[in-house]
Nanobody, 126 residues
Framework: EEELVESGGGSVQAGGSLRLSCVAS????????MGWFRQAAEKKREGVAT???????NYADSVKGRFTISQDNNMQTLYLQMNTLKAEASAIYYC????????????????????WGRGTRVTVSS
C-alpha cells in the first residue's frame, strides 16, 4: 500500500526556519516527480516545490531563494527546508507524488491530482 507521511510542521516566528520531512513507502519514489504543495485557510492549493530523480528542482516564485527541496540517498524521504519564513507561508503542507518521471524537469504540483499524505501544519506568526 502506498503511503506518504509528513512531519516537521509547527509554529515559528517570522524569519525563522522549519524542515519538513516526508517518508514514502509502498512505491519507488525515484520513478516519480515528488513535491510539496500547500493550502492556507480559504485559499487555493499552491504548488511549492518539486524534485525529479536526476535532482532537478522547480520552485514557486514566492519561495525561491528561501526554500530548498531535497531527497535522501534512497529517495524515499523528501525534505523541504524552509528559511526566512513569512506569515503568508502559514498553511498545511502536503507531500505529493504527481506523475511518472519522464526524464524532464517536473512541473510544480497543483494539488489537483496525484497522491498525497495527510499534511503537516505550519504556522508563522508575525
Amino acid at each position: 500500500e502506498e503511503e506518504l507521511v509528513e512531519s516537521g510542521g509547527g509554529s515559528v516566528q517570522a524569519g525563522g526556519s522549519l524542515r519538513l520531512s516526508c517518508v514514502a513507502s509502498g512505491f519507488n519514489a525515484s520513478r516519480y516527480c515528488m513535491g510539496w504543495f500547500r493550502q492556507a485557510a480559504e485559499k487555493k492549493r499552491e504548488g511549492v516545490a518539486t524534485i525529479a530523480a536526476d535532482g532537478s528542482v522547480n520552485y514557486a516564485d514566492s519561495v525561491k531563494g528561501r526554500f530548498t527541496i531535497s531527497q535522501d540517498n534512497n529517495m524515499q524521504t523528501l525534505y523541504l527546508q524552509m528559511n526566512t519564513l513569512k506569515a503568508e507561508a502559514s498553511a498545511i503542507y502536503y507531500c505529493v507524488k504527481t506523475y511518472y518521471w519522464n526524464g524532464r524537469s517536473c512541473d510544480l504540483p497543483t494539488g489537483l491530482f496525484g497522491f498525497w499524505g495527510r499534511g503537516t501544519r505550519v504556522t508563522v506568526s508575525s
